[in-house]
């Protein structure tokens, strides 16, 4: 069984920074893209950024590219978002899971991790 756990996230002023760490048990972890999700208060849950199974081909949203930095590491079975120069909009709950090529979830979800950014 996959055990998800996101932490890292909490309350910070607008153009301080964060870093969500996921520790995503799952013996296959090292076969999969990893990914980041959020979802803000009455929104859906969007794609936030992806990683490859190496650590290569990282991907972002638009909305966060040059701010977030996404990695992970395979013998921990983690994947890290290091998150820059927030701003209110990036306030949501941060999920991380498994996903496909095309950047859709395919994997378990955790209980998230909370972010507020107050301008």
């Known amino acids: 069984q996959v055990e998800v756990v996101e932490s890292g996230g909490g309350l910070v002023q607008a153009g301080e920074n964060l870093k969500l760490t996921c520790v995503y048990s799952d013996p296959t972890f090292n076969d999969y893209a990893m990914g980041w999700f959020r979802q803000a208060p009455g929104q859906g849950r969007e794609f936030v950024a992806s990683?490859?199974?190496?650590?290569?081909?990282?991907h972002y949203a638009d909305f966060v590219k040059g701010r977030f930095i996404i990695s992970r590491d395979n013998a921990k079975q983690t994947v890290y978002l290091e998150m820059n120069s927030l701003n209110p909009e990036d306030t949501a709950v941060y999920y991380c899971t498994r996903v496909y090529a095309d950047f859709r979830s395919s994997g378990s979800w955790g209980q998230g991790t909370q972010v507020v950014v107050r301008s």
């Open positions: 990683v490859g199974w190496s650590g290569l081909s990282p």
